[in-house]
């Protein structure tokens, strides 16, 4: 019976094979307590950056590159999945914080769980039918932003304050807000 020889490589056969790369490149990098980005930092490991999620040292590339975006990458392997959506969050935060200032998206209702106008039944089975509600996009100017002030058992990313009263803003990047926090839409209004 014929056999065949091992196929002869020069790898270290410990390494084992290499790993595909997963997920999404680093956007933003956290640097004393503030999120950069790849093209306002030094080159390489020179940023002095670590990933706004596992906090694992991070390198700029592709600052000058005309072919790839300008990101970072973790020094070492890390399996760090969360680094691209925590980056996100923590800029868009800090954005809001430092201008003061939000667009807020237009409102005209929902029809499964908001309708508009609001609709309501009384414990005779008469339907009650609200007056129409219609919130533009709008530039709003904020004053007094906080970022992670807890309210009651909630901790909103940022709370402002505008011309119409209090705001609880919440950023999305992959995940919406949860029931609970959206409950609290009642007695705040809640972007």
Do not use: Y
Request: glycine share 8%; charged share 30%.
């Amino acid at each position: 019976m014929d056999t065949f020889p091992e196929p002869f490589t020069l790898s270290n056969p410990s390494a084992g094979t290499p790993t595909a790369r997963r997920g999404f490149r680093v956007p933003f990098g956290l640097r004393e307590g503030r999120v950069w980005a790849p093209g306002e930092v030094a080159k390489g490991l020179g940023c002095g950056c670590v990933c706004p999620a596992c906090h694992a040292p991070l390198i700029a590339k592709a600052q000058t590159s005309r072919r790839r975006r300008p990101h970072f990458a973790h020094l070492t392997d890390t399996h760090c999945e969360t680094g691209r959506e925590t980056g996100i969050h923590l800029r868009a935060k800090q954005l809001i914080v430092e201008r003061a200032e939000l667009l807020t998206p237009a409102w005209n209702g929902d029809r499964l769980d908001m309708p508009n106008p609001a609709q309501a039944r009384d414990d005779e089975g008469r339907i009650h039918v609200g007056s129409r509600v219609d919130f533009p996009a709008m530039q709003r100017r904020l004053a007094d932003v906080e970022a992670e002030r807890q309210i009651g058992g909630f901790r909103p990313d940022l709370v402002a304050q505008d011309d119409d009263g209090e705001l609880l803003i919440e950023i999305r990047v992959t995940h919406a807000v949860d029931d609970a926090k959206e409950g609290l839409n009642n007695s705040r209004k809640a972007v």
